[in-house]
């Protein structure tokens, strides 16, 4: 991850806590974050990171996954336990889709593998503490979301629009998940096709595009005239409209 790096205009002194239990991580993170204006602490092991938690109240926290006795999914699921729903990004090497999805549907905000970019780590941060509502759970623990008409059962996966019932493959309805679960973020093919395929599956970024047609023609929408998914030219793909969960 590289040193440098622009002040975070979204960081009004939020406070990250990074919790690691690799010295030389918390090192490298810690100076750049603060250089990003973010407010810093750091944290070993999972048991200080639970009474930092409670000490300094964090914004967000960058929470190590495999770490001794307490490991970043058990402190995770401890906080919401308390329904402490203070923002979580899991830093992991473990890339396993089940793994990740199971990492999710516990209460993680998102995650990221290590080795990472120092500008997709900022990108992550920016967005999870743009759609965190405080005292409030994350989108991806929610079994409905929302926006507007548009309604998406994230345990049968399926999918409502003006109050009827869309077909769509699995793919497009994965896909339409993962985007409606982060609202305004711009995410590449790249990632998506890490995300909702797997990087195991043999096909091209083409696949994204071809469901993004699909989803588009069965929500109404287009390319040049988009309702729900905005095309980035150069960048990817990004869901406009504000999601909430939906009771």
């Given amino acids: 991850m590289g040193q440098t790096g622009p002040v975070d205009d979204m960081a009004d002194s939020k406070k990250i806590l990074v919790v690691d239990d690799?010295?030389?991580?918390?090192e490298l993170l810690a100076p750049f974050l603060e250089r990003a204006g973010y407010q810093v602490e750091t944290a070993g092991d999972g048991a200080a990171a639970l009474e930092k938690i409670h000490s300094f109240q964090p914004d967000l926290v960058l929470l190590d996954v495999l770490m001794p006795q307490v490991n970043g999914r058990e402190v995770l699921r401890q906080l919401r336990e308390m329904e402490d729903w203070t923002p979580v990004i899991l830093l992991t090497q473990v890339g396993?889709?089940?793994?990740?999805?199971?990492?999710?549907?516990?209460?993680?905000?998102?995650?990221?593998?290590k080795?990472?970019?120092?500008?997709?780590l900022m990108a992550r941060i920016?967005?999870?503490?743009?759609?965190?509502?405080?005292?409030?759970?994350?989108?991806?623990?929610?079994?409905?979301?929302?926006?507007?008409?548009?309604v998406l059962d994230?345990?049968?996966?399926?999918?409502?629009?003006?109050?009827?019932?869309?077909?769509?493959?699995?793919?497009?309805t994965l896909l339409l998940e993962y985007l409606m679960t982060h609202p305004l973020e711009v995410v590449s093919r790249s990632r998506l096709l890490d995300e909702v395929?797997?990087?195991?599956?043999?096909?091209?970024?083409?696949?994204?595009?071809?469901?993004?047609?699909?989803l588009r023609g069965a929500l109404g929408s287009s390319a040049s005239d988009p309702v729900f998914i905005e095309t980035i030219p150069g960048e990817g793909y990004r869901f406009i409209?504000?999601?909430e969960s939906d009771p």
């Fill in 126 to 150: 920016r967005a999870v503490l743009r759609r965190a509502h405080h005292g409030r759970p994350p989108l991806t623990t929610a079994r409905y979301v929302r926006c507007g008409t548009l």
């Fill in 241 to 243: 409209g504000e999601v």
């Fill in 115 to 120: 080795p990472f970019d120092s500008n997709e």
């Fill in 197 to 214: 395929w797997g990087w195991d599956y043999a096909i091209g970024e083409r696949a994204v595009d071809t469901r993004i047609s699909e």
């Fill in 154 to 172: 994230r345990t049968s996966h399926r999918v409502w629009h003006e109050e009827q019932e869309i077909p769509l493959t699995r793919k497009a």
């Fill in 22 to 26: 690799e010295p030389g991580i918390r």
């Fill in 96 to 113: 396993e889709a089940p793994e990740r999805a199971l990492a999710l549907e516990e209460g993680a905000d998102d995650y990221l593998n």
